[in-house]
């Protein structure tokens, strides 16, 4: 392979994008589900994967952001890495005369 970048870039950039859509689908089914969403086993499989985005969030955001906010929070901390990543491969792809997108 001839661009390690590219490919490190695409697998950060892939592995933001499933961050995204397990918090959309913990907040969908929270919403869907009401206060029975803790006995639901799809709920529970949501919270597991995503407690590590929002451990990681609870530390770089400041305090005040209450834990009621968080998944608030670390849904648009992900969207904006999420831009960030799509603009360094494209700028990574520009400087090195490739069709990526």
């Known amino acids: ?3 390690p970048e590219l490919l490190i870039l695409g697998v950060l950039r892939a592995l933001v994008e499933v961050s995204l859509l ?3 689908g913990q907040g969908l089914l929270a919403l869907l589900a009401g206060n029975r969403r803790h006995g639901n086993a ?3 499989l949501f919270v597991i994967v995503t407690a590590p985005v929002l451990k990681i969030v609870r ?3 400041p305090p005040q ?3 009621k906010h968080l998944p608030f929070v670390a849904f648009f ?3 904006w890495l999420w831009i960030g990543l ?3 491969k ?3 792809c520009e400087a090195n005369l490739l069709q990526c997108f």
Do not use: G
Request: charged content about 15%; overall charge positive; aromatic content about 20%.
């Open 77 to 79: 901390v992900l969207f």
């Open 90 to 92: 494209k700028s990574y």
């Open 1 to 3: 392979m001839t661009h």
């Open 22 to 24: 397990f918090l959309l």
């Open 65 to 67: 952001v209450i834990d």
């Open 42 to 44: 799809i709920y529970r």
């Open 59 to 61: 530390k770089i955001s």
């Open 86 to 88: 799509a603009w360094l």
